[in-house]
């Protein structure tokens, strides 16, 4: 049964960090590129920063730039975002994705709400 299962999401205040994990099961996640997404109310769901497989490039939205960072361990099956000088416009619903090919994974998203 593959498995994506966030974590680490919660309440901080403009300027805090906070680093959101993914663990991993149920398909061979070596082979998957992986991805951080988000959604606040009322948007669309957008890309926040993706990784290959074997973690030797990662791509960020423009936004995220500088202040984000994805890394994986593979013999872990762990994916991470680590979101340092955070804003309130990064309030939403955090999502790990994970991709190859036609085949795609989902997590159920962890919360993360940044206000004073």
């Known amino acids: 049964q593959v498995q994506l299962v966030e974590s680490g999401g919660g309440l901080v205040q403009p300027g805090g960090s906070l680093r959101l994990s993914c663990a991993a099961s149920?398909?061979?996640?070596?082979?998957?590129?992986m991805t951080w997404y988000r959604q606040a109310p009322g948007k669309e769901r957008e890309l926040v920063a993706t990784i290959t497989s074997a973690g030797g490039s990662t791509n960020y939205a423009d936004s995220m730039k500088g202040r984000f960072t994805i890394s994986r361990d593979n013999a872990k099956n762990m994916v991470y975002l680590q979101m340092n000088s955070l804003k309130p416009e990064d309030t939403a619903v955090y999502y790990c994705?994970?991709?190859?090919?036609?085949?795609?994974?989902w997590g159920q998203g962890t919360q993360v709400t940044v206000s004073s």
């Open positions: 149920g398909f061979t996640f070596s082979r998957y590129a």
């Open positions: 994705n994970a991709q190859r090919g036609p085949f795609e994974y």
